[in-house]
């Protein structure tokens, strides 16, 4: 199969790459956060395309995208107000919210579960596509499973060039960690994943918030939970990673200790130059965490190569987008974590 590549600014890409979705096929979509793998959410067949080209465990549910806030109603049912206050103030937008689904929304779509995962994204192509497929799209993060997340066009076509229909090309995704999911269906709400809308946002909106623990700690993958997308080994490179937590000058004393040729450090833009001789590659600015977002999943895919060894990664600290940043990399560690103050 070739791989259609569509370019975003082209007027053309969105009416074809709905009539792909129309059919059947497979498009990897622009989002703000990362590129989804995108199919007809209502389509079993279409769905289960998305599942063998990711090689994604049959539970794992996927979310439905839409084109517009009030489409939640076609979808879901029993839907609270707080769900409505949540649309109309990060929608479009990295805001995922998991209600209870109609019948019209496929069990392979859900994952076997009785609720559905929607999100209004604000990419205009994406959504001019969702709305001329007249369907909404499933998509989960377009990256073979396990693998770091796809936020630029060309790492879709790393992972799926010749196995997909078409690719739209939207440049690199702005926020570049996968949407926030809030779980409606109990209260208080429940963090499952946190992303570019924060903790903070959600509860100045609903007043509580509880937070998963799939968010802060590693889940026994027989357990049932309530994302079952959390308890997956996730984002990692092939080597293993470590995060250095501590001062700027303990963790850098630290990693000069046990380095050794081979390994890599992953590290803030500031700290490069303490690392000049250990191969360091930075994601972004520690001053500045939306370019620590934006740049993640990048550099954990440059660093995803079976020659390292080690990677010793550098995590912001604080709340915000910074609990994001530290969420994927704590996954992408396994939550290894040392503290190079009591290490040393
Ligand atoms: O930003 C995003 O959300 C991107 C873009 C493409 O929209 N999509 C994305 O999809 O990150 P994915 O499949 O990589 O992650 C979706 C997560 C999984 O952990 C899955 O288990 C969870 O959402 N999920 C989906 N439906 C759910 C549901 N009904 N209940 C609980 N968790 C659900
Ligand atoms: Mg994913």
Not at 122 to 143: C, D, H, K, Q
Not at 149 to 173: E, F, K, N, P, W
Not at 335 to 342: K, L, R, S, W
């Amino acid at each position: 199969m070739n791989t259609l590549c569509l370019s975003a600014a082209d007027p053309q890409a969105a009416p074809i790459a709905a009539k792909i979705i129309r059919e059947g096929g497979l498009v990897a979509i622009p989002t703000e956060t990362v590129y989804g793998l995108g199919a007809n959410g209502l389509d079993e067949q279409a769905v289960a395309k998305i599942f063998e080209a990711k090689g994604r465990p049959q539970d794992n549910p996927l979310i439905l995208h839409v084109a517009r806030p009030e489409e939640m109603e076609r979808f879901c049912h029993h839907i609270p107000k707080e769900a409505y206050l949540l649309a109309e103030k990060f929608w479009p937008g990295p805001l995922t919210i998991v209600l209870p689904a109609r019948d019209i929304v496929p069990k392979r779509t859900t994952g076997g579960l009785s609720t559905v995962a929607i999100r209004c994204p604000a990419s205009e192509v994406t959504r001019e596509m969702i709305r001329l497929a007249g369907v909404p799209v499933a998509a989960p993060s377009a990256n073979i499973s396990g693998k770091p997340s796809t936020t630029t066009a060309q790492h879709v076509l790393h992972d799926h060039d010749g196995r997909i229909d078409a690719v739209i090309d939207g440049g690199a995704c702005s926020v570049g960690v996968e949407s926030t999911i809030v779980d409606l269906t109990e209260k208080p709400a429940r963090l499952l994943r946190p992303g570019g809308i924060t903790p903070e946002q959600l509860t100045e909106v609903l007043g509580e918030l509880t937070i998963d623990e799939a968010v802060t700690s590693q889940i026994d993958p027989t357990k049932v939970v309530k994302a079952p997308g959390m308890k997956y080994r996730h984002y990692a490179p092939a080597a293993s990673v470590v995060i250095v937590s501590g001062s700027r000058e303990k963790a850098a004393e630290y990693v000069h200790r046990y380095f050794e040729p081979g390994d890599r450090v992953l590290c803030f833009e500031e700290e490069l130059p303490l690392y000049a001789d250990c191969d360091p590659l930075s994601y972004g600015r520690e001053s500045d965490v939306n370019t620590l977002s934006a740049g993640l999943f990048d550099a954990l895919r440059i660093l995803d190569d079976p020659q390292i060894h080690r990677v010793y990664a550098r995590c912001p600290e604080g709340g915000g987008v910074a609990y994001a940043v530290q969420n994927r990399l704590k996954k992408a560690a396994a939550f290894h974590i040392v503290d190079a103050e009591a290490a040393l």
